[in-house]
């Protein structure tokens, strides 16, 4: 190999490893903080915002989250006090706009290395989507939809 060749392998390499930091950058530079995948976005929650659907996700969300999140979702809680990663307030901006999707990708698969456990093995599907509409309610996302 020439030692004009070897540059140009060497250039190569290094502009490849450049661009899959970028697009790791990129990866978690969406969003703001969030943590769910794009695709997990526009995942359609099957219930509607129906008053009984919110107080199934109500009573879930107290059982299930609330000891970190806090009834009110404000995370002003002992447990979270004393976790080294905070729990998100939910009424706050961290997740302003987060969808019903991402909300139940978070649930099912919970945040790796922070201590918000994943729920798939312990709710169903249905369960989830509830409590997805009721940390969306949570937020004031639904009060605009009630006359709908
Ligand atoms: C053991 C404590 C704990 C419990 C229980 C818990 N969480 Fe969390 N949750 C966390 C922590 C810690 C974070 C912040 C993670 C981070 O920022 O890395 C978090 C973050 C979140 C987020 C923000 C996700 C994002 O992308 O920023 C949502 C939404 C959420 N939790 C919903 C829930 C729901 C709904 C439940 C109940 C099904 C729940 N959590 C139960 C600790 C908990």
């Known amino acids: 190999m020439t030692r004009r060749m070897k ?4 250039s190569l390499a ?3 490893l450049m661009s899959a930091w970028l697009v790791d950058l990129g990866a978690f530079a969406h969003e703001g903080h969030r943590h769910a995948p794009a695709s997990a976005r526009k995942l359609k929650n099957p219930l509607t915002p129906a008053e009984e659907n919110i107080e199934a996700g109500r009573a879930l969300f107290n059982r299930h989250c609330a000891s970190c999140h806090g009834e009110d979702g404000k995370a002003k809680t002992d447990i979270a006090a004393a976790m080294k990663v905070k729990p998100t307030d939910l009424t706050g901006h961290t ?4 969808t019903d999707g991402e ?3 978070v649930i099912t698969n919970g945040i790796r290395n922070s201590g918000m456990p994943a729920f798939n093995a312990k709710t169903k599907p ?3 989507w509830q409590m997805a509409l009721y940390v969306n309610h949570l937020m004031g996302e639904h009060s605009h939809a009630s006359g709908d």
């Open 7 to 10: 540059l140009s392998v060497l």
């Open 14 to 16: 290094v502009s490849l």
């Open 95 to 98: 997740v302003h706009g987060i």
């Open 103 to 105: 909300i139940y990708w």
């Open 126 to 128: 249905n369960e989830r």
